[in-house]
């Protein structure tokens, strides 16, 4: 099977294309074919992770190329995978949670008339999210980078009858392609010092040989492509508003896998960050703001969506941070992202479930005491909860701890400012399933808060158990080991407190989060309408619009260009026209050739046939005489 | 012989279809005539295709007569690797607009059958052009492509195409009369040093002296530049595209168009590579400037076949760019982008002509929420648009990328600045998309019809083409890499060896990276 992992990518390829294509005929049988091919690929790559698993360590990576994919002079990319550790991972990650919601989605979109189009779109998706992972050359992985921008635009734009559905779309596939702006000139810079973009060379050749300027500057680059897929700040801003699209697609691609993309980025690119700590830091520095920035968002939306949209941003944050911490990170970067992806999928799918059962309203203040109506999606959520915040034993425990000990490892600043983001998660966390789940309804008479199907129920189930028991894959230091052939041993820095306080005091944090939520959210009633922005603290408004981040793109880039645009618009028919056509005015005025467009046009064709000829045979004269 | 076969099958076709009757009830047999014909030029022109032996390179099948003998005119015909790809690109996008224009509406008293012939007339004379290997039977060709394209929007456009019309053919006149500037020009020379010649051939190891070397290439370089169409001569395109039919727009800016930037890699590199040169800094601002500028007025547009027109000003830009850096890579993805901008404009202008046809305006604030009465129409849409703003798996992608990836070898801050289209490309293609064919159903559009089989069978081939070269462009490499090579090595310039080369076989490092070794056999696992 390890000489066809490609065909994970086949699969759902074929069946998202030959869903689209297919007939109304098609409606019937559609969301089940997709569903299958998504499990097809989950098999073949849970296989082929066994076989890996059962070779020698220094043995597991397998490679090959599939075909030349573009050979010309110096310019040559091979469509080539690489099934290694590290895509192994991204690989079961992908295909199990993106199959789970497949299923969920089966139940979910039921009702939706373009159901087939859907499951269309969300194979799509996965075949080309598993290119990225697979790639083993950047230009193949950029393929599969700009490929789940696809996807990402055509299922946020799902509901396109929606203006703010079609608006947020775009605006999600521009921000990224301002990223992606860095990621091309990341490959061409590749090419015009190494002359070749593939993966392991590239890497091999900074580490090795290329001077730390041309490190630094790859290592930039490929952040700025990270910041956009990964929605960290300065191009954060698209996160919150592809919460438009049907919940299933935020819990697959905006949250468990695709806004991760900018992180396997870094790590897989390790040979070039660990050559330059210029990016590196870099990296840590935009991984620490978004975290900040992404939990005081989640702390003061009532959106259930986008409450759970920020909290994805501060969560990348974290991830982030921990690559840019080198090897002492790049391992616990890959846990924390895979336990995140179960629990945040677990969560998101969790308040699709809750707006399925309250008339698809995502305001938390019209909820409450969900906890009786839907006893399934409380306890399931609930356990998400518990492994986001870090209660101990659940998998977010292990992974948030590992990364805020490395951060200490780094830095006391940076290790504090990541031990205060741990507090802050407990606190919007506590206050979302407070306002949702624990507190006095609030909901009108008129909505019925009904359990979701079992279709629905089910994989919420196995991603909470996956939330509650992810946190095995550190047991005796596995991921580590595991990853090890790819990011290389992950060093432990010395602390002054030992790996047991350490958690003790994330702990502590974490209980004083969920205490002061608590008593805020409790002590009195939860009005049914927001307060409104002139009653609330500066930070809470900051909050509520998202730090900003569209005014500032507003003022800095929007603007301007839509100004820039309309004089340019303006100038072009008036200055750059009208200087051509004044031209051939005055040509007009003193001779017969060129008359004004109204007279004679036929005319001056002719005539200047004629005057062409004219020259023809001067010019013979003029060389025959000489 | 071959190519002047290939060359007078549409034309054949022209006489065949003018000389049928121009009632209604004939008009189903010309046009089905007309297709015909353009379908056996396709047959052949794949013929060639299978001839050309690809491994030689070089001018193939060539045929060479006397013509004019004391100008030293031949009529000689041959294609090499870049020809090639555009006489197929002609060829594979005539029979999809002839078949795309089946139901045009023309002003009264228009017959078809003047319609179809000026179309295959046209389809003629761009083989010629592509074949010409004698400068004055280029030159004559050259010029000749006017007058089919001055009737098609003069005579069958919208409203305002008499004036369109004009402005195109004074615009391309000017820079025909510049050219025949040169063309004398080469007489001349040519005569003084021995006998006087146009054939390709002899012309490309011309030794002219500096001056006279740029004085030429500035007339030929006039003449593209209006053509192709580069900043700030681009003017005429969007009022010629906004008023012609969409066919017509297809034939003008897939195909015509391309001559400028084919004649550019033929003539002015091949006759003048000092000149051009001397040029290319001037050159490569120029396209850079086409590119963002291209871009920004196509974001402006309201009318949907002018922004159709600008984004193809940004993306000959590109072409021009990667044609003026002289790198293998950029000039192989110049050629390749040709053929693919061919494919990609010709989906979008075919589409959103049909939107237009339906409509009855073209303007995008009269649409909105198409998408709900029309999925397949706004489906092809948007793949033509996203192949527009060069989505990767799509063909534009790799012929842009190349373009930039060669730039960048020789100049930094021009790749950048182009990179730098590729957001504004997003912006003007996801823009135009959203106020057509997303929001609400737009209740003079409630009844607007989805595509006929026969509107999906036109546009299949060029969507099936899209995407097929996205992941597969090898083949059409493969074809133009030798020609590629040869311009690139006559100019001289090159791509510069990569500072750090990586070593793919035995390279020493550090970091965790995985030994080297492990690359060698990476065939097929173990």
Redesign the interface.
């Known amino acids: 099977m ?2 066809l992992v490609w065909l994970v990518v086949v699969v759902p390829l074929v069946s998202g294309l030959g869903l ?1 294509v297919w007939g109304k005929e098609g409606d019937r049988v559609g969301h089940l074919v997709g569903t299958v091919a998504s499990a097809v690929a989950f098999v073949i790559g849970l296989v082929a992770f066994v076989q890996l698993l059962g070779r020698p360590e220094d ?1 597991r ?5 599939l ?9 040559h990319v091979d ?2 995978y ?1 099934f ?1 550790p590290l895509s192994a991972l991204f690989v079961l990650l992908v295909t199990g949670v993106g199959t789970l919601i497949h299923v969920y989605s089966i139940g979910y979109m039921a009702h939706d008339e373009r159901r087939r189009r859907f499951f269309a779109y969300l194979n799509l998706f996965v075949a080309a999210m598993l290119t990225l992972v697979l790639a ?1 050359d950047y ?1 193949v992985l ?2 599969g ?3 789940v921008g ?1 996807a990402s ?1 055509l299922l946020i ?1 799902f509901w ?4 703010s ?3 947020a ?2 605006k999600a ?2 921000l990224n ?2 990223g ?2 860095g990621m ?2 990341a ?3 590749m ?6 973009s ?1 993966i ?6 900074v ?5 730390e300027s ?1 490190a630094t500057a790859l290592g930039l680059l490929l952040l700025l492509g990270a910041c956009g897929k990964s929605a960290q700040v300065p191009l954060q801003a698209w996160l919150l508003d592809a919460m438009e699209g049907p919940t299933p697609v935020s819990a697959l691609i905006h949250a468990a896998t695709m806004v991760t993309a900018g992180v396997y980025l870094v790590v897989r690119s ?2 070039i960050f ?2 330059a700590p210029v990016a590196q830091t870099a990296v840590v520095v935009v991984g620490l703001v978004t975290l900040l920035a992404g939990a005081g968002i989640g702390c003061t939306k009532d959106d259930i969506k986008k409450a759970l949209a920020g909290s994805t941003m501060s969560q990348i944050g974290y991830m982030m941070l921990a690559a840019g911490l080198g ?1 002492a990170g790049y391992a616990f970067a890959i846990f924390h992202l895979v336990t995140h992806g179960f629990f945040k999928a677990n969560m998101f799918l969790g308040a699709g479930s809750v707006m399925h059962g309250m008339s698809d309203d995502v305001d938390m203040r019209h909820y409450g005491a969900l906890r009786r109506a839907m006893p399934v999606t409380f306890a399931t959520f609930g356990l998400g909860y518990l492994a986001i915040i870090g209660f101990p034993g659940f998998s977010g425990f292990f992974s948030k701890d590992r990364i805020i000990e490395a951060a200490f490892g780094e830095s006391f600043w940076v290790g504090l400012a990541a031990l205060l983001g741990a507090g802050v998660t407990a606190f919007y966390m506590t206050r979302l399933m407070v306002m949702t789940f624990t507190s006095p309804k609030r909901w009108l008479d008129d909505v019925h808060p009904h359990e979701s199907p079992r279709v629905m129920t089910v994989p919420l189930v196995v991603l909470a158990a996956l939330s509650v028991l992810g946190g095995v894959l550190v047991l005796g230091g596995w991921i580590e080991h595991w990853l ?6 992950t060093e432990h820095h010395e602390l002054a407190v030992p790996a047991w306080g350490m958690s003790i005091i994330v702990t502590a944090v974490v209980a004083v989060g969920v205490a002061l939520a608590w008593s805020t959210y409790t002590r009195s009633p939860i009005a049914g309408t927001a307060p409104a922005d002139a009653d609330v603290s500066v930070l809470t408004r900051a909050g509520r619009h998202e730090l900003y981040g569209n005014a500032v793109n507003d003022t800095l880039v929007v603007r301007p ?1 839509r100004h ?3 004089v ?2 303006f100038l ?1 028919a008036r200055l ?2 009208g ?2 056509r004044g031209l ?1 005015d005055r040509l007009g005025d003193t001779s017969q050739f ?1 008359r004004t ?1 109204q007279t004679g ?1 036929v005319r ?2 002719a005539l ?1 046939i004629l ?2 000829s004219l ?2 045979v001067l ?2 004269l ?2 025959t005489l000489a | 012989m071959i190519l002047s076969v290939l060359a007078a099958t549409p034309l054949v076709g022209a006489l065949v279809v003018t000389l049928m009757p121009r009632t209604a009830a004939a008009a189903r047999t010309v046009k089905v005539v007309a297709l015909a014909a353009s379908l056996v030029a396709l047959a052949l022109a794949l013929y060639v295709t299978a001839r050309f032996d690809v491994a030689a390179g070089g001018y193939q099948l060539t045929e060479q007569h006397e013509w004019i003998g004391p100008l030293g005119v031949h009529y000689a015909l041959g294609v090499n690797g870049i020809g090639l790809t555009l006489v197929l690109l002609t060829t594979v996008l005539v029979p999809i607009v002839l078949l795309a224009a089946w139901a045009d509406r023309l002003p009264a008293a228009r017959s078809v059958n003047s319609y179809l012939a000026w179309m295959l007339v046209l389809e003629a004379l761009a083989i010629g052009v592509f074949c010409a290997t004698d400068a004055f039977l280029f030159y004559v060709l050259f010029e000749a492509t006017l007058i089919p394209i001055y009737f098609l929007i003069g005579s069958y456009g919208g409203a305002g195409r008499t004036y369109a019309a004009v402005k195109f053919l004074i615009y391309n006149l000017v820079g025909g009369l510049l050219m025949l500037a040169s063309i004398v020009g080469l007489y001349v020379v040519t005569a003084r040093a021995g006998d006087p010649t146009y054939l390709l051939s002899d012309l490309s190891g011309l030794d002219v002296g500096t001056t006279t070397e740029r004085l030429l290439f500035l007339g030929f370089m006039a003449a593209f530049a209006i053509k192709a169409p580069l900043f700030p001569f681009h003017t005429w395109l969007p009022d010629a595209a906004g008023t012609a039919t969409p066919a017509t727009s297809v034939l003008m800016v897939s195909i015509i168009d391309k001559v400028g930037t084919f004649g550019m890699l033929r003539w002015c590199l091949e006759l003048f590579p000092g000149a051009s040169e001397w040029a290319s800094p001037v050159v490569i601002m120029l396209a850079v400037v086409s590119i963002l500028y291209g871009a920004l007025l196509a974001i402006g547009q309201d009318d949907v076949r002018r922004l159709v027109a600008f984004t193809s000003v940004s993306h000959f830009g590109f072409i021009i760019l990667g044609i003026f850096t002289f790198t293998h890579t950029a000039t192989a993805g110049s050629t390749l982008y040709m053929f693919n901008h061919g494919l990609s404009t010709a989906a979008l202008f075919l589409v959103t002509g049909m939107m237009v046809a339906r409509r009855g305006s073209a303007s995008i604030s009269d649409f909105g929420g198409v998408q709900k009465v029309a999925p397949v129409l706004s489906g092809i849409l948007l793949l033509a648009g996203l192949s527009s703003l060069s989505l990767p798996g799509l063909a534009p992608f790799v012929s842009e990328f190349m373009v930039l990836a060669g730039t960048f070898t020789r100049s930094v801050p021009a790749a950048v600045l182009a990179t730098l289209g590729i957001v504004l490309a997003a912006l003007y293609i996801l823009i135009m998309y959203q106020r057509t064919m997303t929001g609400p159903l737009q209740p003079e559009v409630e009844h607007l019809r989805d595509l006929d089989h026969r509107e999906v069978a036109a546009l299949a081939p060029a969507v099936v083409l899209i995407v097929g070269l996205g992941f597969f462009p090898q083949p059409l490499l493969d074809l133009v890499n030798p020609a590629v090579d040869e311009v690139v090595s006559h100019v001289g310039v090159g791509d510069p060896a990569p500072r750090t080369p990586a070593d793919l076989d035995g390279i020493s490092f550090s970091g965790s990276y995985a030994p080297m070794s492990e690359l060698t056999d990476t065939e097929g696992g173990h």
């Open positions: 390890l000489d689209l043995d990576s397998v490679a090959g190329t075909f030349t994919w573009i050979s010309s002079g110096p310019f469509m080539a690489r290694d083993d230009l950029f393929l980078w700009e490929g696809l635009y734009g396109q009858h929606k203006p559905a079609a608006a779309a775009k596939f521009v392609r301002v992606d702006v091309a000139l490959i061409m810079l090419f015009a010092q190494l002359g070749t593939s392991q060379a590239v890497n091999a050749t580490a090795g040989q290329a001077s041309v390790n040979g660990d050559a090897p090890e052939p790819v990011v290389g041993h260009t820039l645009t309309r340019l618009v072009d750059v026209d200087l051509v051939a060129l467009p046009y001056s064709y200047s005057v062409g020259v023809v010019a013979l003029a060389v």
